[in-house]
C-alpha cells in the first residue's frame, strides 16, 4: 500500500513538473490507474488535460484521456456525463484512425449500455466489438469484450452463457499472462457461481483470486475482493471468518482513502455483525457509515445502512426507530439497480407489525414483499416470505390460506432445488467445454511446435548427411523412439487427470445434492456406499446377495413395500425401482429416505449381477406432507361444522350464481381484452428499443442545437466547438435514421404477420415442383442439402404464395436456428390422403428447448433476441396455413434428430 501511495506521488510530481504532450501522457497514465478508486481526483485532472488539448490538439490522446475521463463518471454514478465523454471520445478515435482507440471506447458505451440496461444495445455493441478484436487478433479487448458479456449474461439472467463467456475471457488472460486480469477473472467467476448457488465453486474462485492479487502490488483489488469473500462466508453462516476478511478491507481501504469502499464495508460489517447476535458493534460500525456518508457528500451507490439498522432495531427491540430507518430506505432503492432489496424492505416491515402485534398491516407488508420478490426472480426471499405468511395465517386460525402459501412455498422448494441441480450439471459441462478447447488449442500450438523442429532438423540433415550419415539414423531413430514413449505417457497422464477430475465433479455434485451413492455387487455381496449419510444405520461393504440384510434397519411397516418392489425390479418388470421408507438412525430414531435404484449388469440369461443407485434425506419433505394432513384433516372438520350454515346460505348462493351467469359474458370480453393487451405489449416492447433510441439522440441533437446557436449569438463558437457539434449531430442523425428505418420494418413484417391483410391468389400448381424451385433459390451455396420426397405431378390447387412464404420461413428457421448458419440436413416429405396434403418438414439441427415448444407460434417470441431476431416467422407461418390455406401445423418432439413441423391443408382449396 505504501508502494502504490509512493507510485502515486511520484506520478502527480512528475505531471506538475512536466508540460505539453507529455503532461496530457502523464495524465492519462494517473486518470486510467486511479479512476475508480480516487474518482474525484481522476476527474480534477482529467480536466486539465482537456483543457491541455484545447491549446495543443491530439485525436489520439484526447480519443484516451475521454475514455478513461468517461469511466471515472461511471464511478461516479453521473451515467449521463459519462455517455456524453464517451461520445466525444468516439469521434475522437476516429479521427485518430488507431483501432486501439474505437476498440476501448466502444467497451465504455457497452458498458454505460449494461448500467442503463439497455442490454440489447450492450449486446450489438459487445458482438461488434468481438467482431473486430477476433478479426484483427487485439485479444486484450476480446478478453475484455468477452468479460463484459459475461456481466451482460448475468444481468439478463442467463446464467449459463455467462459462464461461458467469464472462463473464456479467464482463459484469454491467461494466455496474455495478466495476472491482475487473472484475478479479476476469478472474482467474476466466484459472483457468477454465486447466483448459480453453488457456493463450493464461489469459495474456491474467490480465494484463487485473492491469492492471485496478494502476490502483486495492488491494494485496491485486495480490498475488493477481501470484502467480495466475507459477503460469501456471512452466506453460508461462517461469520467469524466473514467479519476477519471485512475487517482486512477495511483496512486497507482506510490506508488508501478510499472512503466509499470504507462505506460499504462498514455496511457488511453491520450486517455480519447483527447475524452474529454483536449487537453493539453492529450498531457501532453502522453509525460509522452514516458519518462517513454526510462527509462524502457525493452520489452513493452504498444505501443499505437504513436497512441494516432497521433489521438491528427490530432485534433490539427498539421498534419506533426500526420503523423509521426501514422508512427511510424505501425512497433510497426506488429506481436503483438494487431495486429488488424493497422485498427485503418490506419483509422487515412484516417482522416488525408483528411485534406490534399488527398481524394485518405485516401480512400487507408481506404482499408486497412477495411480488417485488417475484417480479425480481429472488426465489429464496420469495420462499421465507411464503412460509412466514403460511405461519402468521395459521395462527390467526385461517388454514385455507396458511395451506395455500404453504403449497406454493412447497412447489418453489422442489423447482428451486432442480433449478440448482440443472445449474450443477450446466456449470460441469461448460467447464469441460472450455476445458476441452484450450486442450485442442494447446494440442495445435504443439503440432505447430513439433512441424517447426521437423523443418530445422531436416536443414540440419541437409548439411550433416554426407559426414555423418550413421550417427544422424541412430539418433533419428532414438528420437523417434523417445518422442513415441513421451507421447505414450502424455495420453496416459491425461486419461488419468480425466478421470481425476471426473471422480472430483461426481464426489462435488453428490456433496451438493446431499445424496448417497451405493453399488452392490450382488455376485460378491459386497456394497459400497459414497457421501454416506453416518447417521443411518445402514449396514456396508459384505451384506450378502439378499434385501434381508437391510430388514432390521428399515421400519417394519415400510420393509414389506421396499421388499416388493426391489424383486419386481430384478425380475425386470420396470426399468428401475423408487421407494420412500424410514430408517434407523443411530440415535434411535427414524429418518425418511428416498431410495432411487437399478440393475447396471446381467448376466448372459438376465440373472442380475449388480445394482446401482441413490438414497435422499427426505425428512422435510415427509414432515410437510405429516403437517399438511393434519391441516387438511383440520380444515375438514371445519368444513362438515360449517355445512349447517351453507345450507341455509343456499338461497343467497342461488342468487349468487344468477349474479355469477350475468357477468360471464363480461369475463369473455376481459380475455379479448388480455389478448389484445398481450399482442400491444409484443409490439411495444420490439418498437420500445428502436423508438427510444431515436428520442435519446434527437433530444441529444437538439440540446446541442441549442448550445449551438447561444455560442453563436454570444460570438462565443470556435473550431473546435463547431466540429463537436457536426460530429454529434452526425451520430444523432446516423441512429434516428437507422432506428427510424428498424422501427418501419418492424411494423411491415408485423403487417405482414396478419392473414387478413393477405391478398390470396388460389392456382393449380405441381407440388413437387413448386417446392423444389422454392428450396433451390433458397439454398443456393448454403451448404444446407435438401431432400424431397413428394409423388410425381401431384396437381392441387392452393394459394402459391402464401406455400411459397410457408417453406421460406420453415427454411430460414432451420438454417439460422437449427444449423446457426452451418451446413446441415432437410427432408420434406409429402403424401396425398382423403383429399388433403400432408407435409412433413424436419431437420437434423439443434431442435428446439422443450420451454420453446408451447410458445413458438406466438408472436414476438424468439430464442435469438440477441441476434436482432423479432419473434414472427413462425407466428406467419401458423396464420398463413391456418388462414389462408385452410390448414393446420403442429410440432412434433423427438420424431428426428432437429426440428419437425407437421402442415395438413385441403388439397383444393375452397374460396373464402
Known sequence: MASTALKNQHLISKIESSSGSDKVELIIDYVSKNFHYKTKDAIKYAEKGRALLSSVPNSDQSA?????????????????????????????????????????????LADIAIRQRKYDLANARLIDIIEQATNDKYERFLANAKRLLGRLYSKTQDYEAALGSYLQSLSLYRKLNKPVYIASSHQSLASIYRKMNLYEKVLFHQNRAIQISLTLDNPNQQAVFYSNMGTYLDEVGKFDRAIEMHLKSLSIKSQLGYKMGMIHSLNRLGSVYREAGDYENSEDVLKQAIA??????????????????????????????????????????????????????????????????????????????????REHQRDALLMDCQLEVADIFKAQGEFQQALSYMQAYLALQNSWNEKNSQYRISALAIEFGVDEKEREI??????????????????????????????????????????????????????????????????????????????????????????????????CEQIGSDLNALE????????????????????????????????????????????????????????????????????????????????????????EERTVSLKQSRDELAQILDELTSTQANLVEAQKMASLGRLVAGVSHELNTPLGTTVTASSILLKELYEFKAKLENSKLTLSDTNAFLEVSLSSIELIDSNTERAAQLIKRFKQASAQEYVGNETTIDLKASIEGITAFHGKGSGVVVEIDCPKNLQIQCDSQALAKILEDLYLNASLHGFEGNAGHILITVKLKDGHVNMLFADDGRGIKEQAVAHMF???????????????????????????????????????????????????????
Open 64 to 108: 484516451r484521456l475521454l475514455s478513461y475521463f468517461s469511466r471515472a463518471y461511471i464511478s461516479y454514478g453521473d451515467l449521463a456525463q459519462a455517455h456524453v465523454l464517451a461520445l466525444e471520445a468516439q469521434g475522437y478515435a476516429k479521427r485518430s484512425g488507431i483501432k486501439e482507440n474505437e476498440l476501448r471506447v466502444q467497451l465504455v
Open 858 to 912: 406466438e408472436p414476438f417470441y424468439t430464442t435469438a433476441r440477441h441476434q436482432g431476431k423479432v419473434g414472427l416467422g413462425l407466428y406467419m407461418v401458423f396464420n398463413l396455413v391456418t388462414y389462408v390455406l385452410q390448414g393446420c401445423i403442429r410440432y412434433l418432439p423427438g420424431t428426428h434428430k432437429g426440428a419437425c413441423f407437421e402442415i395438413t391443408f385441403p388439397a383444393v382449396q375452397q374460396r373464402t
Open 442 to 539: 494447446a494440442s495445435l500450438v504443439q503440432q505447430n511446435r513439433i512441424k517447426d523442429l521437423e523443418i530445422d532438423k531436416q536443414s540440419v540433415q541437409q548439411v550433416m548427411i554426407l559426414i555423418a550419415m550413421l550417427f544422424i539414423f541412430s539418433f533419428l531413430s532414438f528420437t523417434y523412439f523417445w518422442r513415441n514413449k513421451s507421447k505414450q505417457l502424455s495420453v496416459e497422464q491425461a486419461a488419468l487427470r480425466q478421470v481425476s477430475k471426473v471422480k472430483d465433479r461426481l464426489k462435488h455434485a453428490l456433496w451438493g445434492s446431499g445424496d448417497e451413492l451405493w453399488d452392490w455387487d450382488l455376485d460378491t455381496g459386497l456394497i459400497v456406499r459414497d457421501n454416506r449419510m453416518h447417521n443411518l444405520c445402514l449396514p
Open 292 to 373: 462517513l456518508k454526510a462527509e462524502v457528500n457525493r452520489p452513493d451507490p452504498n444505501i443499505s445502512t437504513f436497512l441494516d439498522l432497521g433489521r438491528l432495531y427490530i432485534e433490539t427491540g427498539q421498534l419506533v426507530m426500526a420503523e423509521d430507518y426501514l422508512n427511510k430506505s424505501i425512497p433510497l432503492y426506488h429506481g436503483s439497480p438494487w431495486e429488488d432489496r424493497l422485498a427485503e424492505i418490506h419483509q422487515a416491515l412484516g417482522q416488525l407489525y408483528l411485534k406490534q402485534n399488527e398481524p394485518e398491516k405485516a401480512i400487507d407488508a408481506y404482499m408486497v414483499a412477495i411480488k417485488i420478490a
Open 552 to 639: 432390521s434397519s428399515v421400519h417394519p411397516d415400510d420393509y414389506a413395500d421396499l421388499h416388493a418392489r426391489f424383486h419386481c425390479h430384478l425380475a425386470g418388470d420396470s426399468e428401475f425401482y423408487e421407494v420412500s421408507y424410514r430408517v434407523k438412525t443411530k440415535g434411535g430414531g427414524w429418518m425418511w429416505v428416498l431410495d432411487r435404484g437399478k440393475v447396471t449388469e446381467r448376466s448372459a440369461d438376465g440373472t442380475p449381477l449388480r445394482v446401482s443407485g441413490t438414497i435422499k434425506d427426505i425428512s422435510n419433505i415427509k414432515a410437510s406432507e405429516l403437517a399438511l394432513a393434519e391441516l387438511n384433516a383440520t380444515l375438514e372438520k371445519r368444513v
